[in-house]
């Protein structure tokens, strides 16, 4: 049974590879920075603070903090995750996944994607994680630390950006956006 369970990080990391296998400009882009441009697609914003609870789509969110994990890359980037609370006001079942549903947005309008490293990382490290992709049971809730996004040691104002998309990944006609400033990310203790 063991064996069984290495399945879901081998398809994420396959899933993590595939914005990076496209077509190439010419110049060198930085891992935590996706080649796939999310801004712009939800023609519906929904504007939230941190620790306040939105809704669209049936689906509450709320970022409580952004947590730094203390873990850094190669070049010094940090490991960041999302301490959220998503609630599923449905009578159905459905699966969302932290690389189709949710990007950090930058202030000149790059965009930062899950990385699958830090998933290997938040699973091995951290109290509370849930693994990619997670279900959300019907009229229920999900409470815990999901992610994570490789950011750059300068980059601390940002909004973390969710689409509530339900069981249909490709509704993305809603985006719940919530700013992010260095006092919302605390350290990992």
């Known amino acids: 049974m063991k064996k069984y369970r290495i399945i879901p990080l081998i398809l994420a990391a396959v899933i993590a590879a595939v914005p990076f296998s496209g077509c190439s400009n010419g110049k060198e882009s930085s891992s935590s920075v996706s080649l796939n441009k999310q801004e712009g697609i939800a023609k519906n914003e929904v504007v939230a603070d941190i620790a306040e609870e939105k809704e669209s789509n049936e689906t509450g969110f709320k970022l409580?903090?952004?947590i730094d994990s203390g873990k850094t890359d190669e070049e010094g980037n940090r490991y960041l995750y999302l301490d959220v609370?998503?609630?599923n006001n449905t009578d159905k079942e459905y699966e969302l996944n932290i690389l189709?549903?949710?990007y950090i947005l930058y202030p000149d309008g790059e965009e930062a994607h899950f990385d699958v490293r830090t998933?290997?990382?938040g699973q091995n490290n951290m109290d509370n994680y849930t693994p990619n992709p997670f279900k959300l049971t019907a009229n229920g809730e999900l409470s815990g630390i999901i992610g994570g996004f490789i950011v750059p040691p300068d980059k601390n104002n940002f909004q973390?950006?969710?689409?509530?998309?339900q069981d249909v990944l490709t509704d993305k006609e809603s985006v719940?956006?919530?700013d992010v400033t260095a006092e919302n990310i605390v350290k990992l203790s």
């Open 85 to 87: 609370v998503i609630t």
């Open 176 to 178: 719940i956006k919530v």
């Open 119 to 121: 998933q290997l990382y």
């Open 64 to 66: 409580n903090k952004v």
């Open 160 to 165: 973390v950006c969710f689409f509530p998309t």
């Open 100 to 102: 189709n549903n949710f």
